[in-house]
């Protein structure tokens, strides 16, 4: 009966877990527990690992049964017991490969587990960033309904005493249907920022697993250091990832190579004859003749080495890119800070100036409503500039700090 009582209780738990506002870090750490493309790359990384002992190791012996010299021609077709020579056979046979085959195996299980660490730290990074960035997004989308629905407020505050002054005769009966309009067009850009809440509510959701994210605390400020970024581009998990494909292609060429070197085998057999002559016993060995290493291994050799070279260019392709991916970031965050500075240090105040300016004049009878209502709309347009442009410089800090640093630090 308590059970019965608590099971709902205990049912939703998690979801109450769930229900607690996310801090930035607090995003970040979800995401790492929750993403399931982080828990795939940690499969394939078990596979990997899993598959490290059977690499190199001896292929499994052969049992073999049958029978010798059983005569089919002759006066003693068929007759086996009248036959001196019929025999019983039952072997076993272990082939072994060439030391140097089994260690370029290992060698190739060693670099899938290391591309297989490579992958994870890749994706490991990618679900950082991304949620990191919506999270961002997400705070500012929120800020920016704020801020709207203030400008809003005020405006609606102004219309308000529109009929008064029209009874009054200070306003003309135009200008409250001007009020009304500019309302409407507050009221559908609230529409596009209460959708892009949503939307980034849902992209936040794809990240952390939280079916309704509501996030708590500062939006962080990071300090972006271009030195710092560019020293540490080699030990990036992109270049890491190709490295160990590097050692992977390294072993298909020495795996390549050990294919012209002979492999051998052993086998023993227990041979039963008529009890009047006894029992034998066999035994051999095997040896691989690579006779026709042009046709076959050198071709596989061949192919292993180009396949290497091919890694060898992609890795350069990719150092080239990262590097140029960087400052080509970095300027963009140079400029993305300049605009914001301007948008916050002028566009913003002489917007709430005009505001002030404007409201003044009207409410001294020297100003129309739609004067006001154009200034109110300007102040919109100055406040969610603003905030576009400080999201812009926080999603680049985070771009850059977490894209680009290196796993060493």
């Given at each position: 009966m308590r059970f019965r009582v608590l099971a709902p209780l205990l049912a939703a738990l998690p979801g109450l877990a769930f229900a607690q506002p996310l801090t930035f870090d607090g995003a970040l750490q979800r995401a790492?527990?929750?993403?399931?493309?982080?828990?795939?790359?940690?499969?394939?990384?078990?596979?990997?690992?899993?598959?490290?002992?059977?690499?190199?190791?001896?292929?499994?012996?052969?049992?073999?049964?049958?029978?010798?010299?059983?005569?089919?021609?002759?006066?003693?077709?068929?007759?086996?017991?009248?036959?001196?020579?019929?025999?019983?056979?039952?072997?076993?046979?272990?082939?072994?490969?060439?030391?140097?085959?089994?260690?370029?195996?290992?060698?190739?299980?060693?670099?899938?587990?290391?591309?297989?660490?490579?992958?994870?730290?890749?994706?490991?990074?990618?679900?950082?960033?991304?949620?990191?960035?919506?999270?961002?997004?997400l705070a500012f989308a929120e800020r920016r309904l704020s801020a709207l629905d203030q400008v809003f407020g005020s405006l609606h505050r102004v219309v308000k005493t529109t009929p008064s002054a029209v009874r009054s005769g200070a306003a003309r009966p135009a200008q409250a249907l001007a009020g009304e309009q500019s309302l409407a067009m507050l009221e559908d850009r609230r529409s596009e920022l209460v959708s892009q809440v949503a939307r980034a509510k849902a992209i936040l959701t794809r990240w952390t697993g939280d079916t309704d994210p509501e996030i708590a605390g500062s939006i962080p400020d990071f300090a972006v250091d271009p030195a710092g970024l560019r020293a540490g581009l080699d030990a990036h998990p992109s270049i890491r990832m190709i490295e160990a494909a590097e050692r992977q292609a390294g072993a298909d060429v020495r795996v390549a190579q050990a294919g012209r070197r002979s492999d051998f085998g052993v086998n023993l057999a227990y041979q039963r004859r008529d009890p009047r002559f006894g029992d034998y016993v066999s035994a051999g060995v095997t040896i691989g003749l690579p006779l026709f290493t042009r046709r076959r291994q050198n071709a596989e050799i061949a192919s292993a080495q180009a396949n290497a070279g091919r890694v060898l260019a992609e890795r350069e392709a990719a150092q080239r890119a990262i590097v140029a991916d960087l400052d080509a970031d970095l300027a963009d965050h140079i400029m993305h800070h300049e605009q914001w500075m301007r948008a916050r240090d002028t566009l913003q105040p002489l917007a709430e100036q005009r505001v002030k300016l404007e409201t003044a004049s009207y409410a001294a009878g020297r100003a129309s409503l739609t004067d006001v209502a154009e200034a109110h709309a300007a102040l919109a347009d100055a406040l969610l500039t603003t905030l576009d442009r400080e999201a812009m410089v926080a999603a680049d800090g985070a771009r850059l700090s977490l894209t680009y640093r290196s796993d060493d630090r």
């Open positions: 790492r527990q929750e993403a399931p493309s982080l828990k795939a790359k940690a499969l394939g990384l078990e596979a990997a690992r899993s598959a490290r002992p059977a690499a190199g190791a001896l292929p499994d012996p052969s049992l073999a049964v049958g029978i010798d010299s059983f005569p089919v021609s002759g006066p003693l077709a068929f007759e086996p017991r009248r036959d001196d020579f019929t025999m019983v056979r039952v072997g076993v046979s272990q082939e072994l490969p060439n030391l140097a085959k089994r260690h370029a195996q290992q060698a190739r299980a060693d670099a899938n587990i290391a591309v297989a660490l490579a992958d994870s730290a890749v994706e490991a990074r990618s679900v950082e960033v991304g949620t990191a960035l919506a999270w961002i997004n």
